[in-house]
């Protein structure tokens, strides 16, 4: 994640450059190694992804060129609105989300035999180890609906 740094020397006046280039260098740099490495950072721990969302916060006050003491749901909101940027958490969320949506409706054998595995433990209620499936239990039953 050194490419915050990058992102504040971007975000000096000298280079022109508007809030909106630097975002989406952010999503380029950035995001692009949150989203393809997601299936890992969804077994973080809570407290790793509040640093991960602790070095997007520092990213956002550096492109909307917001005080270091701005409150963080404050920058969340912020980071929404003018970069389109989810927090952390909910952008695996939403990428967990697609993923078993993707999955079932085409049919993939692995997602179908992890969510029928999930679905098992669920209704079982022995889940040893939560995996994204878990996340995803409005998705999974809106394809096996209750009988």
């Keep these: 994640m050194g490419s915050i740094i990058p992102l504040r020397i971007l975000s000096n006046k000298k280079w022109g450059l508007n809030q909106n280039t630097l975002g989406n260098l952010y999503k380029s740099l950035v995001g692009s190694i949150l989203d393809y490495s997601f299936p890992c950072l969804n077994s973080f721990s809570e407290n790793n992804i509040k640093k991960l969302q602790a070095i997007q916060n520092t990213a956002v006050r550096s492109i909307l ?49 992890l969510v029928k595995k999930y679905k098992e ?26 009988t």
Excluded: M, W
């Excluded at 003018?82 to 993939?108: A, C, P």
């Design 65 to 113: 060129k917001l005080k270091y003491d701005t409150p963080s749901n404050i920058v969340h909101h912020e980071a929404f609105n003018k970069l389109k940027l989810l927090t952390v958490s909910n952008r695996l969320f939403e990428l967990s989300e697609r993923y078993v949506r993707t999955g079932l409706s085409h049919s993939i054998p692995l997602v179908e035999r």
């Design 121 to 146: 433990g669920f209704e079982s209620r022995n889940i040893e180890y939560p995996t994204q499936l878990c996340n995803c239990y409005l998705t999974i039953f809106s394809y096996f609906p209750e």
